[in-house]
């Protein structure tokens, strides 16, 4: 029960594109499609951005969307606002339990 | 619209047991679809995913095998509530705990987190 590799820090100007990367194994990302992506601001409740690789829930910018490609998922935000800066985690089923990734610090200069 | 509220000390001493609860309305604990869940979040550790409780004919459990001896997680049918024990606490247990409900792989509602520091 490894946590998922993720980048420990992304950066972006507003209005550009960044996407994050979350690497797993064949027993977790690359055996279910049950990815999900939360945004963390500092002392507030993480929020759900993504469910099953690449659904958004209902109130969720279309400017989050995600993929996944074998034992890889990716998070993409699109048109970087100001308010998108704060922790990024990616998450996986793995057979009855979850892992998650270690965390992406998003700055947006 | 659910919501889940969590209850419980915000300081525990070393080798003590740490005891969280959390009371869910707009949902049941006993739900076919939806499994309820401990996780936290500490500056060194980022989100950890610690265990669930769901029901599926029958009530079921599952935890991360870096706290799986010592964690038990309980559901409450009659209050619809579920609850964590963490035994054998130390320093390293010290981060905000939040409970989340999960469905279809996405924990889409939060409690809104209780900050456990294990200190004596």
């Known amino acids: 029960q490894s946590a998922l590799t993720q980048p420990a820090s992304v950066s972006g100007s507003p209005g550009q594109s960044i996407t994050i990367s979350c690497t797993g194994t064949s027993s977790d990302v690359g055996s279910y499609n049950l990815v999900s992506w939360y945004q963390h601001h500092p002392g507030k409740a993480p929020k759900l951005i993504i469910s099953?690789?690449?659904k958004r829930p209902s109130g969720v910018s279309n400017r989050f969307s995600g993929s996944k490609s074998g034992n890889t998922a990716s998070l993409t935000i699109s048109g970087l606002q100001a308010e998108d800066e704060a922790d990024y985690y990616c998450c996986s089923y793995a057979g009855y339990t979850f892992v998650f990734g270690g965390g992406t610090k998003l700055t947006v200069l | 619209q659910v919501q889940l509220q969590q209850s419980g000390p915000g300081l525990v001493k070393p080798s003590q047991t740490l005891s969280l609860t959390c009371a869910v309305s707009g949902d049941s604990v006993s739900s076919n679809t939806a499994s309820w869940n401990w996780i936290r979040q500490s500056p060194s550790r980022g989100l950890e995913w610690l265990g669930r409780?769901?029901?599926?004919?029958?009530?079921?459990?599952a935890y991360a095998v870096s706290v799986q001896s010592r964690i038990k997680i309980s559901p409450d049918t009659s209050k619809n509530q579920f609850s964590l024990q963490l035994s054998s606490v130390t320093p390293e247990d010290t981060a905000v705990y939040y409970c989340?409900?999960?469905?279809?792989?996405?924990?889409?509602?939060w409690g809104q987190g209780i900050l456990v520091t294990v200190s004596s």
């Open positions: 989340a409900r999960e469905e279809s792989g996405g924990f889409d509602t």
């Open positions: 099953e690789a690449s």
């Open positions: 409780t769901y029901y599926r004919s029958t009530w079921l459990d």
